[in-house]
């Protein structure tokens, strides 16, 4: 089953998801999208038009979305204005949603990337993902 963002188009499922977790994923216009549903919500609990609504507002979004890691990683050792890339933007039912960049140039952090947390329109937190313990599987 697909899903349609309004004003964005179509997700397509991913294949090889956990157990309880379902997920669409698609890249327009250079912007990499990702919804997932984890038991006991379901697809009828996505608010399509609000993921449709912020990813047509995705420019100034993400334009947010930098301020907010300056704003964090701004006193790291090796920071600068390129520090971030490669945005994905990742949604769940509700209203809290993220950013990820996944390209990150500041030593000491992880190749997870930097997570923008978001509630509507609002950054609620930004995580630099360097506590986080990567598995050797």
Do not use: K, Q
């Not at 609504?53 to 420019?59: A, F, K, N, Y």
């Not at 890691?69 to 509700?94: K, N, S």
Request: one cysteine or more; hydrophobic letters at 40%.
């Amino acid at each position: 089953m697909t899903i349609t963002i309004p004003g964005f188009g179509e997700l397509t499922p991913v294949d090889h998801t956990p157990e309880g977790v379902a997920c669409w994923n698609s890249t327009h216009a250079g912007t990499s999208v990702s919804v997932l549903v984890e038991d006991p919500a379901s697809p009828d609990d996505l608010d399509l038009p609000f993921i449709g609504s912020v990813l047509g507002d995705r420019e100034r979004l993400l334009a947010v979305a930098h301020s907010a890691v300056a704003e964090h990683l701004r006193e790291r050792p090796g920071y600068g204005p390129d520090a971030v890339a490669e945005p994905e933007f990742t949604f769940h039912p509700g209203r809290d949603w993220l950013v990820r960049f996944a390209e990150c140039r500041v030593p000491g952090l992880t190749e997870l990337g930097v997570v923008v947390v978001f509630n509507g329109g609002d950054v609620v937190g930004v995580d630099d993902m360097a506590d986080v313990e990567l598995s050797d599987d």
